[in-house]
């Protein structure tokens, strides 16, 4: 494991690589282990760890990554709402206020605005080689 590793650079955090070797280490020897008391089990699952995986944490980033750079192509109204509303959690009525539009109006732009990342993301899934042909809002792309 450890010792086998030539680099141990790639580790960001040493604490919970070392708790998930122990855990995984321990799981294997009760596996094989003929006869199991219970309250072993009961303690090994009452100790977990909540913190997300590391490939859990680099696939948020990347997806929050996607999702900013689908916002950043949205129209400026369209755009600006959805940063105020879902981004930094600005209530929607304050939205209005510091916009001059209606509630209504910013409702409206965070729906689009979702709608456009929830296709952008759909469209990347079911063609994962191929560039999507509309725009963020759905409206299709002039190819030149």
């Known amino acids: 494991m450890l010792a086998g590793l030539d680099s141990v650079d790639h580790i960001l955090r040493p604490d919970a690589y070392f708790f998930s070797t122990v855990r995984n280490l321990l799981r294997r020897r009760l596996r094989r282990a003929a006869v199991v008391p ?3 089990i009961a303690e ?18 990347r997806d929050y990554d996607r999702v900013r750079a689908i916002i950043a192509t949205l129209p400026e109204p369209c755009r600006r709402v959805l940063e105020l ?4 959690g600005v209530p929607q009525r304050q939205i209005a206020q510091a916009l001059g539009i209606s509630e209504g ?9 979702i709608q456009a990342v929830l296709r952008h993301f759909g469209n990347s899934q079911n063609n994962l080689d191929s560039e999507p042909q509309m725009d963020a809002l759905g409206t299709r792309r002039i190819q030149r």
């Open 44 to 61: 090994l699952d009452a100790f977990r760890d909540d913190r997300p995986s590391p490939e859990r944490e680099v696939g948020g980033r």
């Open 85 to 88: 509303r879902r981004i930094e």
């Open 38 to 40: 219970i309250t072993t």
């Open 105 to 113: 109006m910013v409702e409206w732009h965070v729906h689009r605005g």
